[in-house]
C-alpha cells in the first residue's frame, strides 16, 4: 500500500481545503441548510469521486472521496453528512443496484447536487435492527405504495430524493426488506425537523409516509433483498462518518495549537506546560491513527476487495477519537472552551454524533468482536461488485 496521495488526489484535497476557508468557514455559523453550497460542491465534483465520468464524477475513487470529506468537516461537520447522501449511501446505492431507468434518472443530479438525497432506515421503533423495520411497502403492479414512518433522517425536510426501506412481510424479518427510490414531492410525504445537539447545518427529521407511491424500476436489489442493499450502502456510508470524525478531530487540533500559542498564563504561553503538551501529543497521535483506519479502509474499497470489518473498525474508531479530542480541546481551552465566542464548543457538540451515526459505537465493536471470535465473519464475499460501472 502506497501511503502517498496521488497528485490529482493532492490537487482537489487542495481545492477542497480552498472552499472550506473561503465559501463554508464564513458561514460556519449560520445555524441552516445551504443549498447553494451543495450546488457549489457538486459542480467542483466533491460529492462524485467514487464515480465514473457518466454519472458526473471523476473515478478517483473512495480515498479522495474520505480526503475530501474530512477537509470539510474540518471547517463545518453538520456537512459531513452531505457526502453520505450525495455521494454514498444514495446515488452510490441506486449505481450499485438500481434499474438502467434509475441510474439514468437520479444519480447524476445527485452527485453534481442539483438534487438533495435521504436516505430512510432509522423509525421510532426501530434503530440498530433494521430487520425489524416497521414501513410496509406493498405491490400494485405497475408501482409500490409505501406507508409508516422514519425518523432521525438526515436531510429529510429538504430532500428532492429518498432511498427508503421497507418491509412486505414483517414476520420475515431482513428476508422482508425491500429498498425503493422514492420522489418526495408527493403529498403523502410529510416532515418535521428534530431539534439536535449538534451539526446545526444538516437537518434532520421525523417522516411521515402515506401511500406513498414507486414506479416499479425504483426498486433497488430484489424483492425482499433490500437487506443487503442496506449493508453495502452502510458499508459506503461509514466512510464517510469515519472521515468527517477525522475532520473534526483536526480540527481540535487546530484551534488548541493556536490557542495554546497565545493564551498567557503565569507570564508565557500554555503551550510551554507540560500538561497541555501531553494533551496535545494525545490529540495528534489518536487522529493520525484514526486518519490512517479509514484510509486503509477505503483504500481496500478501491482496491474492490472487501472492507466491511475494516471501515467498522475505522469508524468505531475514529467516533471514539473525535469524542475523546474534542473533550480534550475543550480541557485546554478552560473556561473559554465552555464560551459560545470560540469553535471548540461546536465540535464539542458536533463529535458526540461520530459515536452514533451509520451503526452506533456498540454495533461496530459487536461486529469486531464477533468477526475475532469467529461467531460471524465480517469480511463476506462482496455482495454485488461494480465492477462493470468501470466501462460506463
Same mark, same amino acid.
Given at each position: 500500500?502506497?501511503?502517498?496521495?496521488?497528485?490529482?488526489?493532492?490537487?482537489?484535497?487542495?481545492?477542497?481545503?480552498?472552499?472550506?476557508?473561503?465559501?463554508?468557514?464564513?458561514?460556519?455559523?449560520?445555524?441552516?441548510?445551504?443549498?447553494?453550497?451543495?450546488?457549489?460542491?457538486?459542480?467542483?465534483?466533491?460529492?462524485?469521486?467514487?464515480?465514473?465520468?457518466?454519472?458526473?464524477?471523476?473515478?478517483?475513487?473512495?480515498?479522495?472521496?474520505?480526503?475530501?470529506?474530512?477537509?470539510?468537516?474540518?471547517?463545518?461537520?453538520?456537512?459531513?453528512?452531505?457526502?453520505?447522501?450525495?455521494?454514498?449511501?444514495?446515488?452510490?446505492?441506486?449505481?450499485?443496484?438500481?434499474?438502467?431507468?434509475?441510474?439514468?434518472?437520479?444519480?447524476?443530479?445527485?452527485?453534481?447536487?442539483?438534487?438533495?438525497?435521504?436516505?430512510?432506515?432509522?423509525?421510532?421503533?426501530?434503530?440498530?435492527?433494521?430487520?425489524?423495520?416497521?414501513?410496509?411497502?406493498?405491490?400494485?403492479?405497475?408501482?409500490?405504495?409505501?406507508?409508516?414512518?422514519?425518523?432521525?433522517?438526515?436531510?429529510?425536510?429538504?430532500?428532492?430524493?429518498?432511498?427508503?426501506?421497507?418491509?412486505?412481510?414483517?414476520?420475515?424479518?431482513?428476508?422482508?426488506?425491500?429498498?425503493?427510490?422514492?420522489?418526495?414531492?408527493?403529498?403523502?410525504?410529510?416532515?418535521?425537523?428534530?431539534?439536535?445537539?449538534?451539526?446545526?447545518?444538516?437537518?434532520?427529521?421525523?417522516?411521515?409516509?402515506?401511500?406513498?407511491?414507486?414506479?416499479?424500476?425504483?426498486?433497488?436489489?430484489?424483492?425482499?433483498?433490500?437487506?443487503?442493499?442496506?449493508?453495502?450502502?452502510?458499508?459506503?456510508? $461509514? !466512510?464517510?462518518? +469515519?472521515?468527517? *470524525?477525522? @475532520?473534526?478531530?483536526? /480540527?481540535?487540533?487546530?484551534?488548541?495549537?493556536?490557542?495554546?500559542?497565545?493564551?498567557?498564563?503565569?507570564?508565557?504561553?500554555?503551550?510551554?506546560?507540560?500538561?497541555?503538551?501531553?494533551?496535545?501529543?494525545?490529540?495528534?497521535?489518536?487522529?493520525?491513527?484514526?486518519?490512517?483506519?479509514?484510509?486503509?479502509?477505503?483504500?481496500?474499497?478501491?482496491?474492490?476487495?472487501?472492507?466491511?470489518?475494516?471501515?467498522?473498525?475505522?469508524?468505531?474508531?475514529?467516533?471514539?477519537?473525535?469524542?475523546?479530542?474534542?473533550?480534550?480541546?475543550?480541557?485546554?481551552?478552560?473556561?473559554?472552551?465552555?464560551?459560545?465566542?470560540?469553535?471548540?464548543?461546536?465540535?464539542?457538540?458536533?463529535?458526540?454524533?461520530?459515536?452514533?451515526?451509520?451503526?452506533?459505537?456498540?454495533?461496530? $465493536? !459487536?461486529?469486531? +468482536?464477533?468477526? *475475532?471470535? @469467529?461467531?460471524?465473519? /465480517?469480511?463476506?464475499?462482496?455482495?454485488?461488485?461494480?465492477?462493470?460501472?468501470?466501462?460506463?
Amino acid at each position: 500500500m502506497n501511503f502517498e496521495l496521488s497528485n490529482e488526489v493532492k490537487a482537489i484535497q487542495k481545492e477542497a481545503r480552498r472552499f472550506a476557508l473561503k465559501e463554508v468557514q464564513p458561514r460556519v455559523e449560520e445555524e441552516h441548510f445551504k443549498r447553494d453550497l451543495v450546488e457549489k460542491m457538486g459542480n467542483l465534483g466533491f460529492f462524485g469521486c467514487a464515480f465514473p465520468l457518466k454519472y458526473g464524477g471523476s473515478d478517483l475513487g473512495f480515498v479522495a472521496h474520505a480526503v475530501i470529506c474530512e477537509e470539510i468537516s474540518r471547517v463545518d461537520s453538520g456537512l459531513r453528512s452531505l457526502f453520505n447522501l450525495q455521494g454514498m449511501t444514495v446515488p452510490y446505492t441506486i449505481m450499485e443496484w438500481g434499474s438502467s431507468d434509475a441510474r439514468q434518472h437520479y444519480v447524476q443530479e445527485l452527485v453534481l447536487g442539483k438534487k438533495i438525497g435521504c436516505t430512510c432506515f432509522s423509525e421510532p421503533n426501530v434503530g440498530s435492527d433494521i430487520a425489524s423495520i416497521e414501513t410496509q411497502i406493498e405491490d400494485k403492479g405497475d408501482y409500490f405504495l409505501l406507508n409508516g414512518s422514519k425518523t432521525w433522517i438526515s436531510n429529510g425536510t429538504v430532500a428532492d430524493i429518498a432511498v427508503v426501506y421497507a418491509t412486505h412481510d414483517p414476520t420475515l424479518k431482513h428476508r422482508g426488506l425491500c429498498a425503493v427510490v422514492v420522489e418526495t414531492d408527493q403529498p403523502g410525504w410529510q416532515t418535521r425537523e428534530t431539534p439536535k445537539l449538534g451539526d446545526k447545518s444538516s437537518p434532520i427529521a421525523e417522516i411521515h409516509l402515506k401511500d406513498i407511491r414507486a414506479p416499479r424500476e425504483n426498486l433497488l436489489g430484489q424483492w425482499g433483498g433490500g437487506f443487503n442493499v442496506a449493508m453495502t450502502a452502510l458499508d459506503r456510508g $461509514r !466512510i464517510s462518518v +469515519a472521515s468527517g *470524525a477525522v @475532520g473534526i478531530s483536526q /480540527a481540535c487540533i487546530d484551534c488548541c495549537v493556536d490557542y495554546a500559542n497565545t493564551r498567557i498564563q503565569f507570564g508565557r504561553p500554555i503551550a510551554e506546560y507540560q500538561l497541555v503538551k501531553g494533551n496535545i501529543s494525545e490529540m495528534v497521535t489518536l487522529t493520525e491513527a484514526a486518519r490512517l483506519l479509514v484510509r486503509y479502509g477505503t483504500w481496500l474499497n478501491d482496491q474492490n476487495r472487501p472492507f466491511t470489518r475494516e471501515i467498522a473498525i475505522a469508524k468505531y474508531f475514529a467516533g471514539e477519537v473525535a469524542a475523546k479530542v474534542s473533550g480534550l480541546a475543550m480541557e485546554i481551552h478552560g473556561g473559554m472552551g465552555y464560551s459560545l465566542e470560540l469553535p471548540v464548543q461546536r465540535y464539542y457538540r458536533d463529535a458526540k454524533l461520530y459515536q452514533i451515526g451509520e451503526g452506533t459505537a456498540n454495533i461496530m $465493536r !459487536i461486529l469486531i +468482536a464477533d468477526d *475475532a471470535l @469467529g461467531l460471524k465473519k /465480517a469480511n463476506r464475499q462482496r455482495l454485488h461488485v461494480p465492477s462493470e460501472f468501470r466501462d460506463l
